[in-house]
């Protein structure tokens, strides 16, 4: 929408925000190869901590064994039973959870800054003395069968799932859930094997965010876990090339939406053109002020939340685009997304859009990093990639030096309908004579 | 035995204009960011009969332009600045939020001002915007499994009368009913600037900014300002049950119902229910956990929780505590209830177990440290408070009010659950394998 001359002399004007400084990281590499990385921040009396182990492994039966072990890694040490465990954490003000993807298992978990210590001694008594208790396990697995079922049923995990299916067959990116039935057939003899092989400070790395003495943290961390070793982690495959082809549609009879997902490749963070792809995405979808909002919401209502999205994972980025749209205007919405995207690899965004679009990236980055959270998150997730604290200052200053010509070449290479996958969730019977109208439609298994 | 919990301790300062319109304002300058929200005194509860659905829709038009701002404009704006916003219906709220870098204070504050003057809703975006939210609702409801259970579905179980039991989310046939004239009734009597409140937390300096909002919000003129009504229903004696087929759900589903006491007369009692759901489902070593996951195996997840979306603070009385459980279909609900029961008695009878109160309230006062290092949370939270007890200062004093909560009083909460009349709906799967 373009905003008249007129108008604009009323809105205020927005005073350029100085960036916070860059984060002073404080950083050390124990012996075992664990990365540790620690950042002074005052502005709440807690600790947030990051762990990343690295977890690649082949196949279904592996990302079973990954998921059970994520859920069940604290049910048990050499010193203390489930219970106690909890109870330790929950008295130091404190929180650890876990989660697991192709690239990396995760724990998570935050207190008291001042419990710090007592924090990493329970890390370290997990990582190194866990027993999984063979009733806990047994327990826990019949309850993460009938959760990954109940998953299974909600209509965006079917669409995510046959996206990912779509986009990596036969790679470990294929699936981001494990299969119940695979889940079952798990022994805890398998889970406390792959504990033993896989939770190995060997490219592991630990953030530390939070109201906490550097220097003294580095030397908790490598008093706790200084004893914790293991092998080297396994490689990721390469993803396979993205083979593009018929829509796909996966039948929900009676659906009264349809899930219209498409997919395809996308720059890593290190990679020259990032900064413009990341533009594209936001001009494209990646905002509420983007174009796809604009058209397939504000105009026409088919949708409540459309988005497109660059997601970063080790062996390769991904572009996605999500809609869920009612059913009689699945084909129209679907025609909008593909106009949307062309116009996007065709013709290069006015100076105004790619201005917003600038502004945005960069001051939500700041966001991102206003708390100790979402430091955390953030420098954990740049250090998975090999990525260091400057890119929080490099990245922004990229971002305000990219011209309309270079958003119009990477979204020829990457946003251009034909370069994508489509995976649609709904009502076949309905959705198929328009969809088939656009393009070449295959049922899915 | 315990030490003192740790506290915010942010900085406030209370105004009020000439039009009624009242000023929270929290300064702090840990990043360059700030964060602006507007709580208007207005939710689905209030709305009118024929009309579900319509406060929800309401907060939809309110992004679609004012005086200076065109349809879509203001997300635009807000985000060409390097912010986000959004804006969410509550049943006794709905409020409008940006957060920005700290040189964005002034076009959020002009922002926010102009729609408070006037929204200029024409029938197109109307027609528009009822699309989008019934998209909403596919999406979050009927297109899924468990799709608004409980907080859609247990509410008429719970309650009687029509603004405390019907559906906040609204009827397809009375959203598509809804007309400008019922728009423009709706901000007359609800949207004026003295039932609302207006928070600005983050970098910012108190003088600056108190000009910047006399400049803005200063020359709205005053309106009556709606009374508030009361919502008040009694505490049932006798359970209630209820179910629901639930045709997408592959598992059964429970919720049950509690009435909480009133948090604006007896707040301690209120704040020992809260601290109870901590003692009840939160992690490993709570209550439910230990005995329905760990121990009985009859359910594949347990949480409870008070207040409608889970936030114990952002509505007044009458008000739910919910205890929500997934389960198999080889364990029936009857069991679950009656090993729930079961462990009210025992925290009732016996009382909580050494350390158990200190650990859970010192991981609930770190929890909320948490939510308040994000400025936006923060003003969410200054503005709840203002708006609903006149005491944006609550923040602050949480964990000092958490800390005398004694282990009588939650074990006379448990008490207190076993002897009323609770709501009891049971969701079964109609896509059981």
Same mark, same amino acid.
């Given at each position: 929408m373009t905003i008249t001359a007129e108008r604009a002399s009323v809105i205020p004007a927005v005073r350029p925000t100085l960036p916070a400084e860059l984060p002073a990281v404080v950083e050390r590499t124990l012996p075992t190869g664990l990365r540790v990385l620690v950042v002074e921040r005052t502005s709440v009396p807690l600790v947030e901590l990051r762990l990343r182990i690295p977890f690649t492994g082949l196949g279904a039966e592996y990302a079973a064994r990954a998921e059970l072990l994520a859920e069940t890694i604290f049910t048990g040490t050499a010193r203390r039973d489930r219970v106690e465990i909890a109870t330790a954490v929950q008295a130091l003000g404190g929180a650890l959870s876990t989660g697991v993807d192709a690239d990396r298992l995760a724990i998570v978990g935050s207190a008291l800054a001042t419990n710090l210590n007592p924090l990493l001694a329970i890390l370290a008594e997990v990582l190194t003395e866990p027993t999984y208790p063979d009733d806990e396990f047994s327990g826990e697995r019949d309850r993460i069968v009938e959760d990954a079922t109940m998953a299974l049923s909600q209509p965006a995990v079917i669409a995510r799932e046959a996206l990912l299916g779509r986009m990596f067959p036969g790679h470990p990116y294929g699936s981001a859930v494990a299969q119940p039935a695979v889940l079952a057939g798990v022994s805890v003899a398998a889970v406390r094997d792959l504990h033993g092989a896989r939770i190995s400070p060997r490219g592991a790395i630990l953030t530390l965010v939070g109201d906490v003495d550097p220097a003294a943290a580095l030397d908790a961390v490598e008093a706790a876990l200084g004893g914790w070793t293991g092998g080297e982690p396994e490689k990721m495959p390469a993803v396979p090339a993205l083979a593009t082809g018929p829509v796909i549609i996966v039948d929900r009879p009676g659906a009264v939406q349809t899930n219209i997902r498409l997919g395809g490749v996308a720059l890593d963070r290190t990679e020259p053109g990032y900064p413009a792809q990341r533009l594209a995405n936001t001009i494209f979808g990646g905002y509420f002020s983007s174009r796809l909002v604009d058209n397939i919401r504000e105009d026409k209502g088919y949708t409540y939340s459309p988005r497109s999205s660059v997601d970063h994972y080790l062996a390769g980025s991904r572009f996605s685009v999500a809609a869920d749209v009612a059913t009689d205007v699945t084909g129209p919405a679907l025609l909008e997304i593909l106009y949307e995207l062309g116009r996007m690899a065709v013709l290069a965004p006015s100076a105004g859009e790619l201005e917003a679009a600038r502004q945005y990236s960069v001051g939500t980055m700041a966001l991102g990093s206003a708390t100790a959270a979402g430091l955390a998150s953030t420098l954990s997730g740049l250090a998975g990639a090999g990525i260091g604290v400057e890119y929080l200052r490099d990245h922004p200053a990229a971002l305000t030096k990219v011209t309309a010509e270079e958003v119009l070449a990477v979204s020829g290479e990457l946003l251009a309908p034909r370069r994508l996958v489509t995976v649609l969730v709904g009502d076949a019977a309905k959705i198929t004579p328009a969809v088939a109208a656009l393009n070449e439609v295959s049922s899915a298994g | 035995m315990t030490s003192a919990l740790p506290s915010p301790a942010y900085p406030l300062e209370k105004v009020r204009l000439d039009n009624g319109l009242r000023v929270v304002l929290a300064p702090d300058t840990t990043a360059p960011v700030v964060a602006v929200a507007v709580h208007y005194d207005v939710g689905f509860r209030s709305e009118p009969e024929g009309r579900t659905g319509f406060a929800h829709l309401f907060e939809h038009l309110m992004f679609q332009g004012s005086e200076h701002v065109g349809k879509?404009? =203001?997300?635009?704006?807000?985000?060409?600045?390097?912010?986000?916003?959004?804006?969410?219906?509550?049943?006794? =709220?709905?409020?409008? $939020?940006?957060?920005?870098?700290?040189?964005?204070?002034?076009?959020?504050?002009?922002?926010?001002?102009?729609?408070?003057?006037?929204?200029?809703?024409?029938?197109?975006?109307?027609?528009?915007?009822?699309?989008?939210?019934? !998209?909403?609702?596919?999406?979050?409801?009927?297109?899924?499994? $468990?799709?608004?259970?409980?907080? %859609?579905?247990?509410?008429?179980?719970?309650?009687?009368?029509?603004?405390?039991? =019907?559906?906040?989310?609204?009827?397809?046939?009375?959203?598509?009913?809804?007309?400008?004239?019922?728009?423009?009734?709706?901000?007359?009597?609800?949207?004026?600037?003295?039932?609302?409140?207006?928070?600005?937390?983050?970098?910012?300096?108190?003088? !600056?900014?108190?000009? &910047?909002?006399?400049?803005?919000?200063?020359?709205?003129? @005053?309106?009556?300002?709606? !009374?508030?009504?009361?919502?008040?229903?009694?505490?049932?004696?006798?359970?209630?049950?209820?179910?629901?087929?639930?045709?997408?759900?592959?598992?059964?589903?429970?919720? %049950?119902?509690?009435?909480?006491?009133?948090?604006?007369?007896?707040?301690?009692?209120?704040?020992? =229910?809260?601290?109870?759901?901590?003692?009840?489902?939160?992690?490993?070593?709570?209550? &439910?956990?230990?005995?329905?996951?760990?121990?009985?195996?009859?359910?594949?997840? %347990?949480?409870?929780?008070?207040?409608?979306?889970?936030?114990?603070?952002?509505?007044?009385?009458? *008000? *739910?505590?919910?205890?929500? @459980?997934?389960?198999?279909?080889?364990?029936?609900?009857?069991?679950? &209830?009656?090993? %729930?029961? !079961?462990?009210?008695?025992?925290?009732?009878?016996?009382?909580?177990?050494?350390?158990?109160?200190?650990?859970?309230?010192?991981?609930?006062?770190?929890?909320? &440290?948490?939510?308040?290092?994000?400025?936006?949370?923060?003003?969410?939270?200054?503005?709840?408070?203002?708006?609903?007890?006149?005491?944006?200062?609550?923040?602050?004093?949480?964990?000092?009010?958490?800390?005398?909560?004694?282990?009588? @009083?939650?074990?006379?909460?448990?008490?207190?659950?076993?002897?009323?009349?609770?709501?009891?709906?049971? *969701?079964?799967?109609?896509?059981?394998?």
């Open positions: - | 879509a404009e =203001h997300p635009k704006y807000v985000q060409a600045a390097g912010g986000i916003f959004n804006g969410s219906t509550h049943p006794d =709220h709905t409020d409008y $939020y940006e957060l920005l870098p700290s040189g964005a204070l002034e076009l959020a504050l002009f922002l926010e001002a102009d729609r408070m003057r006037a929204p200029k809703i024409t029938r197109e975006n109307l027609d528009n915007q009822i699309a989008v939210v019934q !998209e909403e609702i596919r999406v979050n409801v009927m297109n899924r499994p $468990y799709g608004g259970f409980p907080w %859609i579905t247990l509410p008429p179980v719970a309650f009687d009368t029509f603004p405390n039991a =019907h559906n906040g989310y609204g009827d397809f046939s009375e959203l598509e009913a809804a007309s400008l004239q019922d728009a423009e009734d709706f901000f007359e009597k609800f949207y004026a600037p003295g039932n609302a409140v207006l928070t600005i937390a983050g970098d910012f300096t108190v003088d !600056e900014a108190a000009k &910047l909002v006399e400049r803005y919000f200063g020359d709205i003129a @005053a309106r009556a300002v709606p !009374e508030r009504r009361s919502f008040a229903e009694p505490v049932r004696a006798q359970e209630r049950r209820s179910h629901l087929v639930d045709k997408l759900a592959p598992r059964p589903a429970l919720a %049950i119902g509690y009435r909480t006491p009133d948090p604006d007369t007896e707040l301690a009692a209120f704040l020992a =229910h809260y601290l109870l759901t901590d003692v009840l489902t939160s992690g490993d070593a709570s209550r &439910l956990e230990r005995r329905l996951v760990q121990q009985d195996r009859s359910v594949i997840g %347990i949480s409870s929780y008070v207040g409608t979306f889970g936030d114990p603070f952002d509505q007044r009385d009458p *008000l *739910l505590l919910t205890i929500e @459980a997934r389960h198999p279909a080889e364990a029936p609900a009857d069991t679950i &209830l009656a090993a %729930i029961d !079961e462990e009210l008695d025992k925290v009732a009878t016996d009382g909580l177990a050494d350390g158990e109160l200190e650990r859970v309230r010192a991981r609930v006062a770190s929890g909320l &440290l948490r939510e308040a290092d994000d400025a936006l949370g923060r003003a969410l939270s200054f503005g709840a408070f203002e708006l609903h007890r006149g005491r944006p200062e609550m923040l602050n004093e949480l964990p000092a009010l958490l800390s005398e909560v004694t282990g009588e @009083a939650v074990a006379a909460a448990a008490a207190g659950l076993r002897a009323q009349g609770r709501s009891v709906l049971e *969701l079964r799967a109609g896509a059981a394998s």
